[in-house]
């Protein structure tokens, strides 16, 4: 309140012009959150993709939520993702875009990447979600969109 009076004594903004400021200002926070979840949503899918390349799986996990093996311990989920990376150079990672991401709303979005292995070029729409802590992606709730075996 104390800075829209300061505006109309210094601008000399009638209540129209009061109104309209208070409308942009509104706008403009809510682009900004918006902005702050489509931002932490593709730097998380950015940081696990980059870890998976990289080979740093503690990443990938610390990132990830996979309930497709719930009695999986995460030592066992993160063995599993190593012998799936040495069984198969097919299904690694060499690199990927990030196609769009999409808010649903403050705490969730879905994040459309193209995946790239030596084999095949993958699309898939990810869940990326704050889990109160940090935001993780929901690889169990993956949307294969289009698969491009080569």
Do not use: C
Request: net charge positive; aromatic share 8%; hydrophobic share 40%.
């Amino acid at each position: 309140m104390l800075i829209m009076s300061i505006s109309k004594r210094i601008i000399g903004l009638s209540g129209m012009g009061l109104l309209l400021i208070a409308l942009l200002i509104g706008i403009a926070q809510q682009s900004f959150a918006s902005q702050k979840v489509e931002d932490a949503a593709r730097d998380t899918v950015t940081k696990v993709f980059d870890a998976a390349i990289s080979g740093n799986y503690e990443t990938v996990l610390e990132y990830t939520i996979d309930e497709r093996h719930p009695q999986m311990t995460k030592e066992q989920r993160r063995q599993n993702i190593i012998d799936e990376q040495k069984q198969s150079s097919q299904l690694r990672v060499n690199r990927y875009d990030i196609l769009s991401v999409e808010k649903v709303n403050d705490k969730k979005a879905y994040v459309t990447v193209k995946v790239y292995s030596p084999k095949n070029e993958l699309t898939v729409k990810y869940p990326v979600f704050y889990n109160g802590i940090k935001w993780v992606i929901d690889i169990t709730n993956s949307i294969s969109i289009k698969d491009n075996g080569m």
